[in-house]
T-cell receptor, first 120, second 115 residues
Framework: ETGVTQTPRHLVMGMTNKKSLKCEQH?????MYWYKQSAKKPLELMFV???????ENNSVPSRFSPECPNSSHLFLHLHTLQPEDSALYLC???????????????????FGSGTQLSVL | AQSVTQLDSQVPVFEEAPVELRCNYS??????LFWYVQYPNQGLQLLLK??????LVKGINGFEAEFNKSQTSFHLRKPSVHISDTAEYFC?????????????FGKGTTLSVSS
């Protein structure tokens, strides 16, 4: 148990559906991340919420929409997905501190077990 | 831009044999490097990290890695593997942004240990 909980564990949805993935961390961290893990590809950083700043990978399509209502919860809203969006979606959290500008911080990410998403 | 290349997608070895999983990185700034492990049906766990100091870093489960700046490498090694080491291994480099850093991962290397 890493302290990062993702629900649901598995999700099957049609291309016209709207669904949301949920992530909750009980570690008191102030940064949360969404990663996409596809077969034969590197883990793709999708979104970061850190110190109330949102950073996003510009290659992520707009059919993925993150929401971070507080430092403990992170959502990924899905709508009109494509079959190629089928993948394991991993949430992670970490504690970020130090001055801005890339100062080394505690880089230990704590990952959830992921949501295995299948788009039909 | 920072990036990570893991040179082997699959590494099969026999139990008690030594293993090396290769990782090369590219970065225009000072780098912080990591190895994570993912066991079946689980999320990723940190094995070890290099932030500064000694270039030989020791991690959990008997793994170690050596940071080589001239060769831009951060290879992971274990002198004697166990069946339980069978997993996916990811090399990662940190990417700085204004409010901190995030990690960019390589494609992963599947380590398969057999008896």
């Amino acid at each position: 148990e890493t302290g990062v909980t993702q629900t649901p564990r598995h999700l099957v949805m049609g291309m016209t559906n709207k669904k949301s993935l949920k992530c909750e961390q009980h570690l008191g961290h102030n940064a949360m991340y969404w990663y996409k893990q596809s077969a034969k590809k590197p883990l793709e950083l999708m979104f970061v919420y850190s110190l109330e700043e949102r950073v996003e990978n510009n290659s992520v399509p707009s059919r993925f929409s993150p929401e971070c209502p507080n430092s403990s919860h992170l959502f990924l809203h899905l709508h009109t997905l494509q079959p190629e969006d089928s993948a394991l979606y991993l949430c992670a959290s970490s504690q970020v501190w130090g001055p801005a500008g890339g100062q080394a911080t505690n880089e230990k990410l704590f990952f959830g077990s992921g949501t295995q998403l299948s788009v039909l | 831009a920072q990036s990570v290349t893991q040179l082997d997608s699959q590494v099969p070895v026999f139990e008690e044999a030594p293993v090396e999983l290769r990782c090369n990185y590219s970065s225009s700034v000072s780098v912080y490097l990591f190895w994570y492990v993912q066991y079946p049906n689980q999320g990723l766990q940190l094995l070890l990290k290099y932030l500064s100091g000694s270039t030989l870093v020791k991690g959990i489960n008997g793994f170690e890695a050596e940071f080589n700046k001239s060769q831009t490498s951060f290879h992971l090694r274990k002198p004697s593997v166990h069946i339980s080491d069978t997993a996916e291994y990811f090399c990662a480099v940190s990417v700085p942004y204004q409010a901190g850093t995030a990690l960019i991962f390589g494609k992963g290397t599947t380590l398969s240990v057999s008896s």
